[in-house]
């Protein structure tokens, strides 16, 4: 009866708490707009999300937009997540398995020291099954089956312009997107009754604006600063059962406030860096999400890195790069009302240069949790793989083609 109830509890919170995002998304995340999915290459994530002030010119997909007027030739880039995790309350566990849709990014330099960029980006991500025992009057029983699918995304239009040998800037236009689905389904054993499901969806659509600044004041200290304005998601919404008569749609608004990061790298020696970085948002109306009034405050994450950078010369370590890190994100959601939940992850990765000209693959591992059972009576223990691969190709046809 315990394990009953634990599982019912569990699937209870995925009906009612925050949700859809940052790389790979938690049973907390069902249908709130809850963690959020960090920009960057498999790069930012080994040094523990902490690479906003990092310059890395292999790449399109950056932390920072401004890092983009870097680039010397047309750029395509991905980023692929891969997480698998063990959600624990009470008694009950479940296993889950999730890719995220890959970020795709395309950069062109259009001079030297201003560039463009087009593509797509995870806004926020979310997957998640559940199935528990379910009793009804008369002594009958079935399973109750659900299934939550969430993605919203970003279509960026990205320019930079490094303004001086020590100084770029960015600014980016983004289209959002996206859109929630929520099924639940319950299987009777009795032949009796007839199995039942309700389904609601969700659309969101909206446009936001953000710009950044990179600056190297010093050959081994460099400085990043951002600013997303705030998104107003035009949401519209259907409810759908297997009585029709039931159904119903309506259409709300709900505003993501503006949120801003700053970040540091400095290089202890030419090859050793430490980087950092502080992001915060507001906390948001629970705007159609009533049942969180008083469990919403405000997000923020705190990282740090570390990177032995690859050296020129020696043997195949002494041109390995090596990162590690660490990262506490405070989401925006309170469960119960006035206990956040955190998640805290350790970081790890590597990565090579693409022989033959410009271009890298860099990967990383995180093995974290989010939530605890203290806290939040559920946690969920994660372990991520992440991958990015970068190419270029220089804007000019080839000798052999003229």
């Known amino acids: 009866m315990k394990t009953r109830v634990s599982a019912a509890a569990l699937a209870a919170l995925c009906l009612v708490s925050a949700a859809a995002p940052a790389r790979a998304q938690s049973v907390f995340g069902a249908s709130f707009l809850g963690e959020h999915r960090f920009t960057g290459s498999a790069r930012h994530r080994a040094l523990g999300l902490s690479a906003y002030a990092v310059r890395d010119s292999a790449y399109a997909v950056v932390a920072n937009d401004a890092a983009l007027a870097d680039i010397t030739s047309v750029t395509f880039s991905l980023f692929e997540s891969f997480s698998s995790s063990g959600v624990r309350s009470g008694s009950a566990t479940a296993d889950i398995n999730r890719f995220q849709l890959p970020t795709v990014m395309i950069g062109v330099p259009l001079k030297k020291g201003f560039a463009v960029g087009v593509g797509y980006r995870e806004r926020f991500e979310g997957r998640g099954e559940f199935s528990y025992p379910l009793a009804v009057e008369g002594g009958s029983s079935g399973v109750e089956r659900y299934r939550h699918r969430a993605s919203l995304f970003a279509a960026p239009l990205t320019a930079a312009w490094k303004a001086a040998p020590w100084a770029s800037v960015a600014a980016s236009f983004n289209l959002e997107r996206g859109s929630i689905v929520d099924v639940s389904t319950v299987l009777f054993r009795n032949e009796l009754f007839g199995d039942v499901e309700s389904r609601r969806d969700r659309s969101y659509a909206g446009v936001s604006w ?193």
């Open 210 to 402: 953000s710009g950044s600044v990179l600056l190297d004041p010093h050959s081994r200290l460099s400085l990043g600063a951002g600013w997303n304005s705030a998104i107003d998601y035009d949401v519209s919404e259907s409810f759908s059962y297997t009585n029709d008569a039931l159904d119903s749609s309506a259409a709300w608004d709900f505003r993501l406030p503006a949120s801003w990061g700053a970040g540091a790298a400095a290089g202890i020696t030419e090859r050793w860096w430490l980087s950092s970085y502080y992001w915060r948002r507001e906390a948001p109306d629970p705007a159609g999400y009533r049942q969180l009034s008083g469990s919403i405050g405000a997000e923020r994450l705190v990282s740090f890195g570390v990177e032995r950078r690859r050296a020129a010369a020696g043997g195949f370590f002494a041109r390995v790069p090596l990162r590690a890190g660490y990262y506490e994100n405070r989401w925006h959601l309170e469960y119960p009302a006035g206990r956040p939940v955190r998640s805290r992850f350790f970081t790890l990765g590597s990565g090579f240069n693409l022989p033959g000209g410009p271009g890298a693959i860099d990967f990383s591992l995180e093995f974290g949790r989010i939530g605890s059972i203290g806290d939040n009576g559920v946690d969920e223990r994660v372990f991520r793989f992440s991958m990015s691969m970068s190419a270029s190709e220089t804007w000019s046809r080839r000798r052999s083609e003229r």
